[in-house]
């Protein structure tokens, strides 16, 4: 059985098989991932990616972003810096968290592939329908992580896995570039892992917030 990407535990099992490929189970974090064999390539995943057209001047793209971009905002400080993971052809949160006075840099492997800006320190990082596209979300979201100052917050949107009889059903997994899907379990055992808090503040967001430092009372000091 193939290696979990995210948790890298080889007690995997088939959680699903449909004409065009194969989903598995890990049965340590619970993430339903695709197989390598089923991915697609970088050239046919980048043909995919061009048919987007979202952008700033899209209100209805705004709305769907404001569902992580709204409970995320009033947890930062005034001019809190952020990173947007996975920006897309037409980068738009970031537009959204910079009208409300937050400098974002943008980061995306296709679309805008600084990689200066994932050598820098954030208050905050999104990431809005990118999670599901990692081939190794392990290693990526624990490079986000590191990005963070104590503190900090990971912003995530994706839908997420509710019970295999759904997912069989599901329109999410019909996308050849969704190849992770991640569930509520999963989510709290990454924070488990992380050390992180974890909150649910809409069916597809998942918010994380890094350890604050310890600060020693001043009676502990000598």
């Not at 952008?55 to 992580?68: I, K, M, N, Q, V």
């Not at 492997?109 to 990431?127: C, L, N, Q, R, S």
Request: hydrophobic share 40%; proline share 9%; with cysteine.
């Amino acid at each position: 059985m193939p290696t979990c990407p995210l948790c890298a535990s080889g007690d995997t099992s088939v959680y699903h098989r449909d004409r065009r490929r194969e989903y598995h189970q890990c049965h340590r974090c619970a993430l339903v991932f695709v197989p390598p064999a089923f991915r697609l390539g970088p050239e046919e995943e980048r043909a995919v990616y061009d048919q987007h057209e979202n952008s700033p001047e899209d209100a209805g793209y705004r709305r769907f972003l404001s569902r992580l971009a709204e409970p995320l905002r009033v947890k930062l400080a005034p001019g809190a810096r952020g990173l947007d993971f996975g920006s897309g052809p037409g980068p738009t949160l970031s537009v959204m968290f910079e009208e409300r006075g937050h400098p974002m840099a943008i980061y995306d492997p296709f679309y805008a592939p600084d990689a200066g800006v994932m050598m820098g320190e954030y208050d905050f990082i999104t990431a809005t329908e990118v999670v599901e596209h990692l081939f190794e979300p392990g290693r990526e979201l624990a490079r986000l992580s590191g990005l963070l100052r104590p503190a900090g917050w990971l912003g995530l949107m994706t839908k997420r896995v509710t019970d295999r009889e759904a997912f069989t059903r599901w329109h999410y997994i019909v996308d050849p570039t969704h190849v992770a899907f991640f569930s509520e379990a999963t989510f709290r055992w990454l924070a488990g892992e992380w050390g992180m808090t974890v909150e649910f503040p809409a069916a597809d967001v998942v918010l994380l917030q890094k350890d604050r430092p310890v600060v020693p009372d001043a009676d502990d000091t000598v």
